[in-house]
């Protein structure tokens, strides 16, 4: 019964709506599957995918960026980091260290990580040093901090977190008066920790389909399918095409560790502002390990353009699906992944940088509207 | 990625010949086993992999409604 990817492309063009339709996704692993594996252009041309907030570096605050950079250049300090965030600018003059990779240039200890228990691992092996842990990222990998700290950390290990929650922006955009969607692709990981049920509210309150997707053309395809002939036929519900993974409320245990370990906040999102409980903070019991309490906040009072995306950077808009990776007037202009300039341009979660690499060079910014045209061919594979 | 030997939380898994290890910490509510296939996500195993069933509601719907089962 299980169909195959070409099956499902095909029953999607015997699909027949009258209208264009809008379909987003908010994973940087599924905009990154669709743009290598060509799906846009083989989709019928009435239908429009965008990526929306699927990229949790391109979001980390700039202040947090400039406040790792800052412990980073302490001669006591280890920075470690998820490898994306390194190559993220700050807004600082030129002359400034204006980044992770620089300051680990200006002779400062940033070590790039895998995973948190590399973290733990260095932070054994240097007893002598501090070791800061700069974390960004969505529940999937939030999960696994919680669940760092709760096995036991080192006392000489100091996590400085940057962690969200997906959906919050997704409410954000739905609650806005341009959501700027007709259907929703929900995250395959998201939604095998945190529980599928998190997205109902979508179809619920707002009367938009959506299916969570794994990261395979066959179960994006399928995701794709199930969201436009729910429009088509009239129904609303939350489809699960990831059901290798994605279980009815989720992995529990993680869940509940994610609670024992942090609590929600209200968040800042780079160049977006404060969406209400879209991020974490470390529980009081680790206090001892939170690098915003054992480090004094080196931001200084009115620091040029603290807190915001680069000048002529429109990480914000691509983020929130605004406008595509190329119709930012700096797309592969002054931006590239040799030379970023805004963080969706360096993280391999960032639109900017997976369309680069998928070989999307023309910038659209000038036309009026970038289109599957501009996207390459579907790779043979 | 599959799990090839477990000492506590620490499972050695393997994908296309590599080796790595990875936390079970994450996956204390399943019953995981030497042969289970898991996702593995920086490092920790974050769920276990199932057969697939259908990928989609509309599958079922579909087949329910050429099956003939039209009374309900």
Redesign the interface.
Known sequence: ???TAPEWLKKIHALRLDRPIRIMNVCGGHERSITMAGIRSALPKYVELIAGPGCPVCVCPEEDVYQAIQLALRADVILVA?GDMLRVPVNVPKKKVRSLERAKAAGADVRPI?????AVRIAQQNPERQVVFFAA?FE??T??IA?ML??GVPENLFVLLSARRTWPAVAMLLDSDTPGFDGLVAPG?VS??MGPEEWNFVFEKHDIPA?VAGFQP??LL??M??VL?QLLEGKR?L???Y???V?SGG????QA?LAEALNDTDANWRGIGVIPSSGFSLQKRFAKNDARLRFPDFDTEGRKRAGQMPPGCECASVVLGKINPNQCKIYGRACTPKTPVGPCMVSDEGACRIWWAAGVRANAASDEKATADNMPLPSTG | MQIIQING?NALCEAKGVRR?V?L??????QVAIGDFV?V????A??K???????????LHD?WLASGADSA
């Open positions: 019964m299980t169909l998820f895998a995973s948190p228990r590399e990222g999937t990998t999960a696994p669940a709760l096995e990981h095998t920790v299916a066959v179960s399928a995701a399918y199930s002939r519900f489809d699960n095409c059901p290798e993974l279980r992995n529990r245990a993680a560790q | 939380f290890e936390s910490y994450l996956v204390q509510g399943e996702m996500h920086v490092g920790y974050i769920q992999m199932n057969e697939s069933e259908a990928r989609s509601v509309w599958e087949e």
